[in-house]
């Protein structure tokens, strides 16, 4: 055979996705390293290597230790475990592999969750002389959780039990046990011995009693092109291709379904329709294209289509939903906020999501379910979330590629979680949001928001900012100013004035003692309302009487209430405005017509020459009180 032959003939080859999964020390990666040492796929520097490192730092006695061939980290090395996930590359005769060696621990579940999401087969490794142990239920639950349709028991150490065919049915029989709870079709049961060899790539004569095929048979002859999704076209568009202005072609990898030239189609979210003109690749056109080809489409109208729209047979057509119940994997080191709204990945649709509610946390060692309020690393619920804008999907048992979802923190840009959909909600199916201490707290005109929640989002405290000075005292350009520079910093913060607030909320009141105590108790409320929604406010008003000036403390709160003094003399706010202190018609002035009582103990006391800077000093003020910001 020529090497152009042999080319084709490998192209042509099917490629077969599986992870190993076990408790630590079950043989995992020994079972790959001996994949790939019998089928002859090592090259001699490889196995020149292997064998010096067996002898200096293996774990198999005077034996070759295989598994040093995927332990690439230094940690795994020198602790003779998995805690990355490995990948190994090899071909037969009959099939291409790809191979994940998943880690055992419980705290590397992330980890193996990675290598899952793409395998199509998954062989969980048992030790003989230990039987089902917790770990063998946490794996083929995460597995089961996955949607992996085929899974191999290994039952590995066989020499152990001298090759004892009782041990082997028990554990076949305990194993069968558990799995009926769960979804996976194909189970197979192989008893081996990793180190030695028995039935990994040739079938042994230590067993006789075992009929079945050997490992490697077993993976070159597993029917998977069936698992993938034929039935249901879904093309979700990645990028819109304008090489020239004579052609508009939408790329992207093909989720599932096969798409066929001539065939009418429909684009989600505009339900607009068209026909599929041609089916372009880098080697020319072609008739149809299927999973996992990654092609480009023309149609024979002119669309609006942008990335993130899903282009489906409009007699097939996905959920188009807001609501949405999933299994939820939580990836981060950080626990969640639940009151975080999270950016959501979606094929290739981006949007903001929150999660409505948490119904329950699985114990993967029992699968037992518990309420909590939020997920912690590597710890697995059911969720119910609500999108911004509609997502186009299946449930993941019926398509993984529509089905799945990664989910981003808004900060950091993180992966913090991924999850599978269920199904979706109806309105009627949603979680009440409110509950009966919920009802009691709105009866009594409180919130359902905490100070601490809003203190989160915000990155502050409620807050009354109160500034008072004489008429031209500069009060108004220090509030300006501040407003400003907290924006800037990212506060959340609202500034109210006598101008603005005797324009509209007190348009009735005079500028009378009486009046204006009235007109200080409106704001004073306002900034109440405000500051128990975690907003600052900031307060520009002369407010002369020092008795008024307490109860409007009173109303806010004396720990929100912060007085700012800006200390400027009458001549010098009588040469800053001029046309009021010389209004012989305006009446009830403080500092001439009425008393003006200079605060006693204020917070801070500022100079108008010196307007530049305070702000600077009210913001370091509000750092020393952490008022803002908090972190």
């Known amino acids: 055979m020529d090497i152009k032959a042999f080319l084709d003939q490998d192209e042509k080859k099917d490629l077969l996705r599986l992870l190993t999964a076990g408790s630590v020390d079950d043989g995992k990666s020994t079972l790959i390293g001996r994949l790939l040492f019998d089928s002859k796929r090592l090259y001699e520097d490889q196995l020149a290597a292997l064998k010096r490192d067996s002898k200096r730092v293996g774990h198999a006695g005077d034996d070759i230790d295989y598994a040093l061939l995927l332990d690439g980290l230094k940690a795994e090395r020198e602790q003779g475990i998995t805690i990355d996930v490995a990948y190994r590359y090899f071909s037969t005769n009959k099939r291409k592999f790809i191979i994940a060696d998943t880690p055992g621990h419980e705290q590397y579940t992330r980890n193996m969750v990675t290598g899952a999401s793409t395998a199509n087969l998954a062989i969980i490794l048992i030790d003989a002389s230990k039987g089902v142990i917790t770990q063998t239920r946490r794996h083929t639950f995460l597995v089961s959780l996955l949607g992996i349709k085929h899974v191999v028991l290994a039952v590995n150490k066989m020499d152990l ?85 004579d052609f508009r072609g939408f790329s992207t990898k093909v989720a599932s379904g096969i798409v066929r030239k001539g065939e009418k189609i429909m684009v989600l979210p505009s339900k607009k329709t068209s026909t599929i003109k041609s089916i372009t690749t880098y080697d020319g056109e072609l008739d149809e294209a299927f999973p996992p080809q990654s092609v480009t489409i023309t149609l024979e109208d002119e669309i ?101 979802f990664v989910l981003i923190d808004p900060v950091s840009h993180n992966t913090v979680a991924v999850g599978m959909i269920i199904d979706r909600l109806g309105s009627d199916q949603l979680p009440s949001r409110i509950s009966d201490k919920d009802r009691d707290q709105i009866k009594a005109g409180l919130g359902l928001i905490s100070d601490e929640a809003y203190q989160s989002r915000y990155n502050q405290k409620g807050a009354t900012l109160w500034v008072n000075g004489l008429h031209g005292s500069g ?157």
């Open 161 to 245: 039990v001298d090759f004892d065919q009782k041990v082997f049915d028990d554990i076949c029989v305990d194993y069968k046990n558990f799995v009926a709870q769960l979804d996976i079709p194909d189970v197979n049961f192989i008893p081996i011995s990793a180190l030695k060899g028995d039935n990994v790539v040739e079938k042994t004569d230590k067993m006789p009693w075992y009929t079945g095929k050997s490992m490697l048979e077993f993976l070159e002859t597993v029917h998977i092109s069936s698992d993938r999704n034929f039935d249901d076209m879904r093309y979700p568009v990645q990028y819109v291709l304008r090489p020239d202005r």
């Open 475 to 631: 009060k108004n350009e220090m509030a300006f100013s501040l407003e400003k520079q907290l924006f800037e910093m990212g506060a959340t913060v609202v500034l109210l004035d006598g101008s603005s607030v005797r324009s509209g909320l007190s348009k009735e009141l005079d500028y009378s003692p009486t009046d204006r105590a009235e007109h200080l108790r409106r704001v004073a409320e306002v900034c109440r309302l405000l500051n128990d929604q975690g907003i600052i406010t900031i307060c520009s008003f002369i407010s002369p009487d020092a008795d008024i000036r307490n109860q409007v403390a009173e109303i806010i709160g004396q720990n929100r209430f912060h007085l700012f003094y800006m200390d400027a003399d009458l001549e010098y706010c009588k040469k800053n405005r001029p046309e009021l202190y010389q209004n012989e018609n305006v009446k009830y002035v403080p500092g001439v017509d009425i008393t003006f009582d200079v605060p006693t103990n204020p917070a801070l006391t500022l100079k108008p020459e010196n307007n530049g800077n305070n702000p600077e000093q009210v913001i370091e003020y509000l750092r020393e009180k952490t008022i803002f910001p908090l972190k």
């Open 304 to 404: 609006d289509i942008s990335r993130g729209d899903m282009i489906v047979y409009p007699d097939n057509q996905p959920r188009m939903e807001r609501h949405f119940e999933s299994m939820l994997v939580w990836m981060d080191e950080k626990p969640m906020d639940p009151s975080t709204h999270f950016l959501i990945k979606h094929a290739n649709n981006n949007t903001k999501a929150r999660i409505d509610k948490i119904r329950y946390k699985v114990d993967v060692n029992t699968l037992q379910k518990s309420e909590i309020d939020y997920f912690e690393l590597n710890e697995i619920g059911r969720v119910v979330f609500t999108t911004n804008k509609p997502l186009f999907f299946d449930p993941y048992k019926k398509n993984k590629n529509t089905g799945s």
